[in-house]
């Protein structure tokens, strides 16, 4: 394999849209998140090592340097959409980049994890700047080992690397994620998720799986075509907007 890097020269010839421009490429940074400030819609940081990755509720991401794609896009929905569904649009994107990498089928356990096997490959966070722009994070295990993946996960993880055993370059897996990503955002803005829910129903991972809510069992129902998620307590019908849903392995 060629020196695997995401430096804009390895990157930028192989967009070919308008998201990922400007690209804002560092070796290390705390958080590709916060990488951006006035940047305008389409643009994307990377990082090649973060030290403070954030996961949702404060917790932490975690990757070795040059392992993983680490990457965050500036959106400015317009005010009909709900903001609130950017992180299925984004985990659909990761999925589908994941798919097409890996040869598999990928899953969206609502509302922000991309699973392949049961074990989650990419994690996805949606922050609002406050100023109508929201910032999508995406976080994508590519190549490291087994060892290197969090042991203390609350869902169990995986890299492409741990499914298949093949070591990839990351640069054509990022230029694929964000123009993906543009392709269903863009869907997203004329037609909102009912222009996405084909791909999102099929994937839908927590659909008739034993689910956990706040100490309550009960079965995951579907994602809902408005983003939320439906699931059955013992014959109750519960519609959740956030939050965190366990499943049974
Ligand atoms: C997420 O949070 O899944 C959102 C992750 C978003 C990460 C990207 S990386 C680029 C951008 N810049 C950032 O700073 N963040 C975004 P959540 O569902 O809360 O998952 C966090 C939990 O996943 C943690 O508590 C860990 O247990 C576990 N975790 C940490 N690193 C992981 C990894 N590499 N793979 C799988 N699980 C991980």
Known sequence: MPEDSLAPERVEPLLS???GRPYVYALRCDSTQTALDEQPE??????????????RLGRPWTAPPGAAVLCSIVLEPPADREPAQLPLVAGLAAAEAVERALNLSAQIKWPNDVMVNRRKVAGVIAEASGDGRVIVGIGLNVNQKPEELPADARVAPASLYTIDGIRRERAPLLAELIGTLERLYGLWREGGLDALYEGL????????????????????VAIRRDGRLEIDLDGERRVLESGEVEFER
């Open 42 to 55: 389409g643009a994307v940081a990377v990082c090649e090592e973060q030290t403070a990755g954030r996961g």
């Open 17 to 19: 849209g308008r998201f």
């Open 201 to 220: 129903g099929a994937r839908d991972f927590l659909r008739g799986r034993r689910v956990f809510v706040n100490g309550s069992v009960g079965t995951g």
